[in-house]
């Protein structure tokens, strides 16, 4: 090939910059995809999804919420036998939360006893204790396997938060991808 060719050797400058830039992306952004919201990346091939959830991310419903989302309105769907990866963490300033994948309750319980995941591993620690769950500023990665189809909440166990709408709605399906619905 003539480089010789100044017109040729800019060309050629371009591409060699362009791959650059292409491989210095995040490897989200060439092999994931967000499901349409930037805190879901799902790896089909691995049959994983990962949720970036914070507690308190807005001041909505006296900031017990999830990432802004609250009272079940939102719907996360996720297929049957996916891995789910959820790195949680409280912006809360002040008040301790946390989370973990159970039956929809109408209404929830003010406290809960004891309560137990619907899906091994899928609830952060001490779940119910104002001293010990995960604190304003803390983190906690919850990892389960989503095993059985069917509606369930993502809830927060601190007392009175799920009863006063800290939850969202999780489906897992038995056909489809991964998919989110805000809600209004
Ligand atoms: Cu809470």
Avoid at 17 to 27: N, T, W
Avoid at 34 to 58: E, K, N, Y
Avoid at 107 to 134: I, L
Wanted: aromatic share 8%; proline share 8%.
């Amino acid at each position: 090939m003539n480089v010789r060719s100044p017109l040729l050797h800019s060309l050629l400058t371009l591409l060699m910059l362009a791959g650059i830039q292409l491989s210095a992306l995040p490897l989200v952004a060439q092999n994931g995809s967000s499901a349409g919201a930037d805190w879901i990346d799902v790896d089909p091939s691995a049959r994983q999804v990962t949720l970036d959830i914070v507690a308190g991310m807005t001041e909505d419903n006296f900031r017990w919420n999830f990432n802004g989302y609250a009272k079940g309105a939102a719907t996360l769907t996720i297929p049957v036998g996916y891995r789910v990866v959820i790195e949680f963490r409280n912006d809360d300033p002040a008040v301790p939360h946390s989370i973990g994948i159970g039956e929809i309750q109408t209404p929830f319980p003010a406290m809960f006893d004891g309560p137990t995941p619907v899906f091994v591993g899928g609830m952060s620690s001490n779940p119910t204790s104002m001293t010990d769950s995960t604190l304003p500023g803390q983190s906690e990665t919850v990892t389960f396997t989503a095993e059985q189809a069917g509606t369930y909440a993502l809830v927060c166990y601190i007392p009175a938060h799920a009863l006063t709408g800290m939850w969202i709605t999780v489906k897992v399906s038995s056909s489809g991808g991964v998919s989110f619905d805000p809600g209004d």
